[in-house]
């Protein structure tokens, strides 16, 4: 059973004087001006900006001696206390609000938590014993006093994409985890710009006891958007694609000595492109002149399901048995390997700059990623109407050194950027044209990246569409030559 203490002394030196006012309507406003009041504060010391601040808002008058005392340690009835005025001024305008719950011998402390608990800012079990008002109160607990003091639309989530990666990857707040007390409410303080950490990693210290300093920091970053904080992660190495292979973005198949059929043909290929190699040798005794070409035919067009791997020419050798395939790039001769290198060395600058810059981020979906690297190669492609059958402008190389494909180029290039986010993907073929099928969310879609960049302006007519609509709009349109 709860116990009330009947007296609890705070000498808290944090006082609240600000006149009321519609604070949920105007918001915080500083009612005075620090003129160095805090001997032990200066321009150079520790949360300068936050603590003057505190000043400013009328929400600190400092200790009996005349300092602040940035490093003192604050209880958890003080904290309570603030939480209380901070909610009580944007409610009602009245930072003492919670006042009106306080009885002739209550403490104020309790006052206050009753307010907030009445406010639902704190649940009704958020202490055991009221004795634990009079302890030095957690990081962790502060934490949660503060998540919940605004509401959303007042202290919204500002760096929410960042901190969940963040955390996510381990190497920032890697103190907090989920069985860290009130570990959501200590990552919403980031999210929200109120809090970065104590050091370069963000580390938290979740059970240390909170200074008036740290305090002071949080208090007056939910009360002035202006003094919110983002932190400073390098998070390159999380999206990243260096060091990506074109073998990497292959379902690895088996290799089959003596294939009989397409889907043994098909997993044989899979094995050489996951393999790094641009061969492959089958036993095939007997196997004719006209036989080599129905099966050369046959490996380009499941080619065409890997156009982004940049092979659309094969060479058979055979005899005594053994049948020779050997891919290669036509019009690119022994630079093949060269090209399908610099290809994917571009697809993966594009991504990580893509990442780097923002236009990419983790929460989207993969419908929405899908269609920022759709409008990338519209912008950064024009049609080749030059392009003869050995044209380079038939593999993604084309498109990233040069600026110009046809459409099995263009399909290439952006079925490579699909796989590099893990998207799976493929080609439609209609007569002499080629697209991109792709599941997205868990749905399949058709997109045409080379009719979505034949105007002057990007047309996402022909971007995720249903196989349904393609087929109509194809069969409408026509098909145009590769």
Request: negative net charge; charged residues 20%; aromatic residues 10%.
């Amino acid at each position: 059973m709860k116990k009330q203490i009947p007296a609890l002394l705070l000498a808290f030196c944090l006082l609240l004087t600000l006149p009321a006012q519609a604070a949920q309507e105007t918001g915080f406003a500083r009612s005075r001006t620090y003129a160095g009041e805090f001997s032990d504060l200066t321009p150079d010391s520790p949360f300068y900006d936050n603590v003057s601040a505190l000043y400013e808002y009328g929400l600190a008058n400092g200790k009996d001696d005349g300092t602040f005392g940035l490093g003192d340690p604050v209880t958890l009835g003080q904290a309570v206390i603030f939480a209380g005025r901070v909610r009580g001024l944007y409610r009602t305008g009245d930072a003492e609000a919670a006042l009106a719950y306080r009885r002739e011998t209550t403490p104020a402390a309790l006052a206050y938590l009753r307010y907030l608990q009445a406010e639902g800012v704190l649940e009704a079990d958020f202490v055991d014993e009221y004795t634990e008002l009079y302890e030095p109160a957690a990081r962790a607990q502060v934490a949660h006093i503060l998540a919940n003091v605004l509401p959303e639309e007042a202290l919204p989530p500002v760096h929410d994409e960042l901190v969940t990666v963040g955390y996510s990857s381990r190497r920032f707040i890697s103190d907090v985890d989920e069985y860290t007390p009130y570990y959501q409410d200590i990552l919403d303080l980031y999210r929200k710009g109120v809090s970065t950490g104590s050091d370069p990693a963000g580390s938290f210290l979740p059970g240390e006891p909170i200074t008036r300093g740290a305090l002071a920091a949080m208090l007056t970053r939910i009360l002035d958007p202006a003094l919110r904080v983002r932190p400073q992660w390098d998070l390159s190495h999380l999206y990243s694609a260096a060091g990506t292979s074109l073998a990497d973005l292959v379902e690895p198949g088996e290799y089959v000595v003596s294939p009989s059929t397409r889907e043994e043909l098909e997993s044989a290929l899979r094995y050489m492109l996951a393999q790094g190699s641009d061969q492959l040798m089958f036993h095939l005794p007997g196997l004719s002149e006209a036989e080599s070409r129905q099966l050369m035919d046959l490996s380009l067009t499941v080619m065409k399901d890997h156009c982004e791997q940049g092979y659309n020419q094969v060479h058979c050798t055979w005899g005594a048995g053994l049948v020779t395939l050997s891919f290669s790039a036509a019009g690119a001769g022994r630079r093949t390997q060269e090209y399908r290198a610099a290809a994917m060395e571009a697809a993966v600058a594009v991504h990580d700059r893509l990442w780097e810059e923002g236009t990419l981020r983790p929460d989207m979906t993969e419908l929405e990623k899908a269609r920022v690297y759709y409008g990338w190669i519209c912008d950064n492609c024009v049609y080749d109407y030059q392009a003869k059958d050995d044209s380079l402008s038939h593999i993604p190389y084309s498109l990233f050194a040069r600026g110009t494909a046809v459409c099995d180029g263009y399909t290439g290039a952006y079925n490579l950027f699909l796989k590099l986010e893990g998207i799976q993907c493929s080609t439609f073929i209609q007569g002499d044209h080629i697209w991109t099928t792709a599941t997205l969310d868990g749905t399949e879609y058709h997109i045409d990246t080379t009719w979505g960049d034949s105007g002057s302006e990007i047309s996402y007519d022909y971007f995720a569409m249903t196989p349904q609509q393609s087929m109509k709009i194809h069969a409408e349109r026509g098909v145009s030559a590769a």
